[in-house]
């Protein structure tokens, strides 16, 4: 059994802030405790935009605070996210996120995360793996 926090997280490895600087991450469960995905909030900061693209990975989000405009670019649709709002991007779908007030969500990845990923010029997190003697930790 594994228990922690997400204070418990901050200044860690496992707290991670784009190198855009537009959101933070704390990873809570990651890759290396081999459970088949992994666990995060996030906050992505007001006045941001973000434009992403799992290609390796199915995400669900859950926003717990603050609100987002989600633009699904292979649909052309758009929505708003606030409290109590999920999106599942179970087709890979390239979107973006235009941030109206700090908005804190929790992120599930399959395949899990390791921790170092961060969004390369396409909006994609690259398949990274963790090695076999990596502990959960």
């Not at 991450?25 to 992994?38: H, Q, T």
């Not at 900061?45 to 799992?54: F, I, K, N, Q």
């Not at 409290?83 to 007030?101: A, C, F, Q, S």
Request: hydrophobic share 35%.
């Amino acid at each position: 059994m594994i228990v922690r926090s997400f204070k418990d997280i901050e200044g860690t490895d496992r707290h991670v802030r784009a190198a855009s600087g537009t959101w933070e991450s704390k990873r809570i469960v990651l890759a290396r405790e081999r459970v088949g995905f992994s666990l995060h909030e996030t906050i992505l900061y007001a006045g941001t935009e973000t434009s992403m693209h799992y290609a390796n990975h199915v995400e669900a989000v859950v926003c717990v605070e603050g609100e987002a405009e989600l633009t699904d670019h292979e649909s052309g649709l758009t929505h708003t996210v606030t409290p109590g709002t999920m999106y599942l991007l179970d087709g890979h779908e390239r979107h973006t996120l235009r941030v109206k007030e700090d908005f804190r969500c929790l992120c599930v990845f399959n395949p899990p995360v390791t921790g170092r990923e961060d969004h390369d010029e396409n909006g994609v997190y690259p398949l990274l793996t963790e090695p076999e003697e990596v502990q959960a930790s």
